[in-house]
């Protein structure tokens, strides 16, 4: 028994005592309001055959039912109790029985969906996996895939593990405050963990994370078969000198974030900016837009324990970083943190920071977002700390202003120094420009204090060149201040 859901004799006292809408978790109108509205904004629509797994007495059917067309919907359970009090209770008080077939509320102990006799467009598991194993949810998977049509989607939610943490501990999930484990139920996993459990299957998963359940559960999106997740899936499976040839901007950990060719460069030349700039083992290093690690890999091992902080909104590139390139041993051992927040906000841990870094970041934002990150960025600097980021420079005379918002995909945006300097300054950093080699872009070093900056005499010596590679020659024409 994983947990007392799977209990009859629990769960049919539970209802008899009137408390059917407790033991499937409460929040009974914002859960099933909350569901509803996700799903929508995901595509749902009137016409789709939607199959509940796990949907108990009916906290989302009562919201999914008046919205979907009559007939449209399946609610399956391993508990008849639940099923029963969801009919008679929650629809027939509300006057949706007469749009929701009895028979479509089913009872199933073991998956046995191939027995409803019906292919479906939408799959939805709410709160099912935080309370199985991993070989249950596989078997779930395998049995479900039966019954989605190609092209149908499953959403499920599961506790997650933030990427820094020992999945063999016991978490505390915030917001809510429950435990969860890694051998018993409520269960907790990484995202990988549950993707590993597709393999030979015709899903394929897309994190899609906060979805403000009030326990923190997060979601995950499973796509079946002949999808567009096909190719990205193959695509990051690449190994490192097959992806050598992947463009920019594709599904890879290493091509994601800028050119693959440039991945071990940018590695060691952001690392030699702050050696250059003074880093030490003691510091504190905020790398905003980590992506994969690129430079992470190099700052983690050097930096005492919790020294690194990472912000990146793609959490997948954290993972392959991780796994692929950095190892969880070192993550036990120096204690990161990591944040998947898409705010532009530099104050997410609570923290004030040495050195922050955001190389390529400003070059896919417009002057709002721009303008967010360089003030976070100044609130969160110690009074010694410094910024250096780096930008697409526009030489232009006359130069309009980029739009704003997020621009990736499209090419970098770019500023006239005297723009980049006037945001700088607006956001409370003085600032400068150094001649440290970037292949297309321009450094700029911040400090909420003027004398920190380097001094023009020293800037000659931050030139970041390297002998005897042809990719990282100095282009010959580079200012030296």
Known sequence: MES?????DYVNEQVRNGRHRGVVGGSWEEMGQRQLDFLISHGLSADDRLIDVGCGSLRAGVKLIP?????HYWGIDSNPSLLE????????????????????LVMLD???????????????????FTHFSWNRIRRCLARLAAVVRPGGRLFATFFEVPSAQDPELPIRQQPGG???????????????????????????????????HPRGQKMLAFERGGSRLDESAVTRALGIDEAAGLRAGSHHYRAFVGPPARFDFLSASQFALLFALGLNDRHRVLDFGCGSLRLGRLLIPFLRERGYFGIEPERWLIEDGLSRELGHDAVRIKNPSFSHDPTF??????????????????????????RKL????????????????????????????????????????????????????EGGLHACAIPWHHPTLTWLVAATQPDRLPKPRHRRWLRGRALHDPRLVQPAKRRAD
């Not at 139920?185 to 897309?206: F, G, T, V």
Request: net charge negative; charged share 20%; with cysteine.
């Open 4 to 8: 007392r859901y799977d209990a009859p």
């Open 374 to 425: 360089i003030g976070t960025a100044a609130a969160a600097l110690k009074p010694s700390g410094l910024m250096i980021l780096s930008y697409q420079r526009n030489d232009s005379a006359v130069s309009d202003w980029p739009a704003d918002g997020w621009h990736y995909g499209t090419g970098c945006v770019s500023y006239t120094e005297e723009q980049m300097l006037g945001l700088l300054a």
């Open 178 to 212: 429950i435990e969860t484990y890694s051998d018993r139920n409520p269960y907790h996993y990484r995202s990988e963990d549950i993707e590993l459990a597709l393999r030979h299957l015709p899903w394929r998963a897309e994190y899609l994370g906060d979805w403000e």
């Open 110 to 128: 073991d998956f046995q969906f191939e027995q409803l006799g019906q292919t479906f467009d939408v799959a939805l598991a709410q709160s099912l």
């Open 85 to 104: 009090a969801g009919w008679e209770h929650e629809l027939g008080p509300l006057g949706l029985q007469e749009r929701q077939p009895r028979e479509q």
């Open 345 to 370: 906000n530099c104050g997410v841990f609570g923290k004030r920071f040495d050195f922050i870094v955001a190389q390529s970041i400003v070059s896919h934002t417009g002057p709002d977002l721009a």
């Open 67 to 71: 919205f979907l067309r009559p007939g």
